[in-house]
């Protein structure tokens, strides 16, 4: 069952840090587009800027990091920048798997998986096994992800649920317990980067009561330092959850 913000931060203000950290990693192509370069180049370039702030989160008191990786509405784009993004996932699965493990990190993928090719599928199944152990730092990357694709899919395990007699009267704890997000605490602050400022149909349900931030910063030019920044304003926000 996915945890409260409210049940994981102080409602005051205060030096709080947060405990889960999600980021819509956007600006990638306008990166590459302002040098003049394919798009392909900057999901290159934003991949190895994933590597950096995965390091950089435990040392900040980051517990949890999730990431927009390819949403739902992606596959709109050119075949070619689909299937060039699948393939720097794969490559990013197989090159980091061993840094991963050794670091402690526990990664985890949420999203349709079916429509992924199947050595993907497998990669993303066996980091998942081999890391399960660890702690230090709990990554999920969001791959053919969509919050109201989510939704639906829950709503569908929910209701199998009900009909095998296991729930008669459903809660909210019930419904958090079919999202692919099933058994982790609901983020603190969601980041987008690039200077928009949608949601982009990310975590609707998980980050009802997150704090946002919006930057101008491009994903690829997203620095540690950038997050620590952030981290710091945060900690400056007052979350009253509803309450006076």
Same mark, same amino acid.
Not at 103 to 121: A, N, P, S, Y
């Given at each position: 069952?996915?945890?409260?913000?409210?049940?994981?931060?102080?409602? =005051?203000? #205060?030096?709080?840090?947060?405990?889960?950290?999600?980021?819509?990693?956007?600006?990638?192509?306008?990166?590459?587009?302002?040098?003049?370069?394919?798009?392909?180049?900057?999901?290159?370039?934003?991949? %190895?800027?994933?590597?950096?702030?995965?390091?950089?989160?435990?040392?900040?008191?980051?517990?949890?990091?999730?990431?927009?990786?390819? /949403?739902?509405?992606?596959?709109?784009? /050119?075949?070619?920048?689909?299937?060039?993004?699948?393939?720097?996932?794969?490559?990013?699965?197989?090159?980091?798997?061993?840094?991963?493990?050794?670091?402690?990190?526990?990664?985890?993928?949420?999203?349709?998986?079916?429509?992924?090719?199947?050595?993907?599928? &497998?990669?993303?199944?066996?980091?998942?096994? &081999?890391?399960?152990?660890?702690?230090?730092?709990?990554?999920?990357?969001?791959?053919?992800?969509?919050? &109201?694709?989510?939704?639906?899919?829950?709503?569908?395990?929910?209701?199998?649920?009900?009909?095998?007699?296991?729930?008669?009267?459903?809660?909210?704890?019930?419904?958090?317990?079919?999202?692919?997000?099933? =058994?982790?605490?609901?983020?603190?602050?969601?980041?987008?980067?690039?200077?928009?400022?949608?949601?982009?149909?990310?975590?609707?349900?998980?980050?009802?009561?997150?704090?946002?931030?919006?930057?101008?910063?491009?994903?690829?030019?997203?620095?540690? %330092?950038?997050?620590?920044?952030?981290?710091?304003?945060?900690?400056?926000?007052? &979350?009253?959850?509803? #309450?006076?």
């Amino acid at each position: 069952m996915a945890e409260t913000a409210a049940s994981l931060s102080n409602s =005051g203000g #205060g030096d709080q840090r947060p405990r889960h950290v999600a980021i819509i990693m956007d600006g990638n192509g306008r990166w590459a587009k302002n040098k003049g370069w394919p798009r392909l180049v900057g999901h290159r370039r934003g991949a %190895e800027r994933v590597k950096q702030i995965v390091r950089a989160c435990p040392d900040m008191g980051v517990n949890w990091l999730t990431v927009y990786a390819f /949403s739902t509405e992606n596959w709109k784009r /050119s075949t070619e920048e689909v299937l060039g993004l699948m393939g720097i996932f794969a490559r990013y699965i197989e090159r980091e798997a061993d840094g991963l493990a050794a670091e402690g990190v526990r990664m985890r993928f949420i999203g349709g998986r079916e429509r992924l090719d199947r050595k993907l599928q &497998r990669l993303m199944a066996g980091i998942e096994a &081999r890391t399960a152990g660890n702690t230090r730092l709990n990554l999920t990357v969001a791959i053919n992800y969509g919050g &109201r694709d989510e939704l639906v899919r829950a709503a569908a395990r929910l209701a199998a649920r009900m009909a095998r007699g296991e729930i008669a009267e459903p809660a909210e704890a019930d419904l958090a317990a079919c999202l692919d997000t099933a =058994g982790h605490p609901d983020p603190d602050l969601v980041i987008r980067t690039s200077g928009e400022t949608r949601t982009s149909n990310f975590l609707p349900f998980q980050a009802a009561y997150s704090e946002y931030e919006f930057t101008k910063v491009l994903w690829p030019d997203f620095t540690p %330092e950038h997050l620590a920044e952030i981290l710091d304003r945060f900690g400056l926000r007052e &979350r009253r959850f509803g #309450g006076a």
